[in-house]
Each structure stands twice: as structure tokens, then as C-alpha cells.
Nanobody
């Protein structure tokens, strides 16, 4: 069983930056594919970014490409989401997710482990 927990959300003005952190309690953290999803009020959950196991491939949603950066520190069992040039439409609850093998990097259904989410609010 893998437990996942996010931190780092908050209120920021448009154009500002935030860094989200996610810690996963897994002995083999480096073997996990880690991802960030988000859900805005009244909208469906959407994929934001993913990073493959070890120091694998990086994937981004078109809406955040060039503004967000996902990274991982396997020694700390932590994945980060550095968010820059934030826009009001980035306002959402951000969820960290983890999976072992198989599936698609951008399908929430393929991730077995989820955090509780952290709120990010971007004011205009």
C-alpha cells in the first residue's frame, strides 16, 4: 500500500509561482510513475503532468506546457510541481497520484494511489 500526500497549495496572484510537493510512502518510490491531476469547481478532473519511474519521461498537458515543471527526488520519495506564470484558470484542487506498471500516463483510472489534494487559487 502506498500513501500519498500533497502540500504547497495556496493563494497567489496571476503571474506568480507556487511549488507543490508530494511525498509517497513507498519502499520502491523510484519504480513508481508519479503524476499531478487537478479538478476545478464544476469541471472534471484533468491531467496536468507526469514523470516516469526512476528519471523517466516527462509528460505535460498542453495547457501547462512551458509554465509547469514536474520533477522527482527519489532519495526523498518526493515529486514536485513547479508552477510559474499562473493564470486564474489554473485554480483547482491539485492531486498527486502514483502507479506501478501499465496504463496510460494521463489516465486517472490507471493510477492506484491518490493524495487528498491541495487547493491552488490564482487571483486575477
Amino acid at each position: 500500500q502506498v500513501q500519498v500526500g500533497e502540500s504547497g497549495g495556496g493563494l497567489v496572484q496571476a503571474g506568480g509561482s507556487l511549488r507543490l510537493s508530494c511525498v509517497a510512502s513507498a519502499r520502491t518510490f523510484s519504480s513508481l510513475t508519479m503524476a499531478w491531476f487537478r479538478q476545478a469547481p464544476g469541471k472534471e478532473r484533468e491531467f496536468v503532468a507526469a514523470i516516469g519511474r526512476n528519471f523517466g519521461s516527462l509528460y505535460y498537458a498542453d495547457s501547462v506546457k512551458g509554465r509547469f515543471t514536474i520533477s522527482r527526488d527519489n532519495a526523498k520519495n518526493t515529486v514536485y510541481l513547479q508552477m510559474s506564470s499562473l493564470k486564474p484558470e489554473d485554480t483547482a484542487v491539485y492531486y498527486c497520484a502514483a502507479r506501478n506498471y501499465g496504463g496510460s500516463y494521463n489516465r486517472g483510472e490507471d493510477y492506484a494511489y491518490w493524495g487528498q489534494g491541495t487547493q491552488v487559487t490564482v487571483s486575477s
